[in-house]
């Protein structure tokens, strides 16, 4: 049944509560729609701030890491060859103490009873290699007359073993604090044999030196070849 007619003051005031109870209802329900869609969001935002955070903090950690292992392995590079350089050092200190005491030997013996004998056969042996009519033995002073008698004996010998004659002319060049021997020379002095013991320890120097290394400190595990 229709009414008509205008509302009284109850029926106005009833009216009017139904409409802001709607519209507080409304504002409520969008209320809700925006924050739950600014959670949303938020929740979005923090999740990739989140991720480039973890992304950034995982490129440092590993630029570090690498930067770690490559100051590491400098270090040890560096602390190998270190020691390294000192095993070759004292390796190499060893074997001049052995030569030096060799030099000291040879500076006995040639001033010791078995020199002649030395002494003959180096003049010998440089006959053999020069092979020349006439050469020069030069010699120290000291030796004059031990190089008399030695360079007869061996051009004597010299004769026997290659039927050559040979005519020795004795120069007293060489210095008194050497360890001997003597230096022959022919065609003016172009072509020499240095038949020193100074000499002859450098060239034993040279040939036994790779044993020597062999014999007191082992084999050489970076060496590849030995020929």
């Known amino acids: 049944m229709s009414r008509s007619g205008a509302l009284d003051d109850n029926e106005i005031q ?30 979005i935002e923090k999740a990739k701030i989140v991720r480039q955070e973890s992304l950034s903090i995982d490129s440092q950690y590993e ?22 350089i000192k095993v070759l050092r004292s390796r190499n200190d060893h074997l001049e103490s052995i030569f030096e ?24 042996e440089v006959l053999l290699k020069l092979l020349a009519p006439t050469i020069t033995l030069t010699h120290r002073p000291k030796d004059s007359d031990l190089i008399k008698k030695a360079s007869s004996t061996a051009n004597k010998r010299y004769k026997d073993l290659s039927g050559r004659d040979t005519k ?41 030196l790779p044993e020597l290394r062999h014999d007191l400190f082992g084999v050489n595990e970076n060496r590849k070849f030995y020929t």
């Open 14 to 43: 009833t009216e009017m509560n139904k409409m802001v109870a709607f519209i507080s209802q409304e504002a409520r329900e969008k209320a809700r729609e925006i924050q739950v869609k600014a959670d949303e969001e938020f929740s």
């Open 168 to 208: 020795i002319d004795l120069d007293s060049a060489l210095p008194d604090d050497g360890s001997g021997g003597v230096i022959g020379a022919s065609l003016n002095g172009r072509i020499k044999v240095d038949n020193t013991l100074e000499e002859r320890i450098k060239i034993l120097e040279e040939k036994m």
């Open 63 to 84: 630029k570090k890491k690498k930067q770690a292992e490559v100051g590491w392995k400098i270090s040890q590079s560096t602390a190998i060859n270190t020691s390294r």
């Open 101 to 124: 005491e060799a030099n000291k030997q040879v500076q006995q013996l040639s001033n010791g009873d078995k020199y002649k004998e030395a002494i003959e056969n180096l003049i010998l």
